[in-house]
């Protein structure tokens, strides 16, 4: 009875590539995946936000707010927000930090 959902990244002669892997080996290639109990958050932000000519700082930045949201409004998510970027020099750590500290609470409603 258990599930799992991968994303396997990387980046070959062609260029980059990005595939989601389920719990019976099925394979499939795309341009952006969420996996895990909070990826219907994450897709809301990844579906909404996503352009095929980001630059590297606002494609991290994107991961960075699609990871939080799947946190911040999934009870089985949470931790920290993990940023690689992989490119044709191999993968490179960005960034690690805490949802918490992704949260605004100053925020007012108007």
């Not at 895990?36 to 579906?47: E, F, N, P």
């Not at 000519?53 to 991961?63: F, I, Q, R, S």
């Not at 930090?97 to 949260?103: G, I, M, R, Y």
């Amino acid at each position: 009875d258990l599930s799992i959902g991968s994303m396997i990244c990387g980046y070959d002669s062609t260029g980059p590539h990005i595939f989601y892997i389920d719990n019976e080996g099925s394979r499939l290639e795309g341009r952006r995946f969420s996996v895990g109990s909070g990826s219907t958050h994450a897709y809301g932000v990844l579906d909404t936000c996503y352009r095929y000519d980001m630059t590297k700082e606002e494609a991290c930045e994107l991961g960075r707010q699609a990871i939080y949201h799947a946190t911040f409004r999934d009870s089985g998510s949470g931790g920290r927000v993990t940023v690689c970027h992989i490119d044709e020099n191999g993968a490179k750590f960005v960034s690690q930090t805490d949802v918490f500290d992704l949260h605004d609470f100053d925020k007012k409603i108007e």
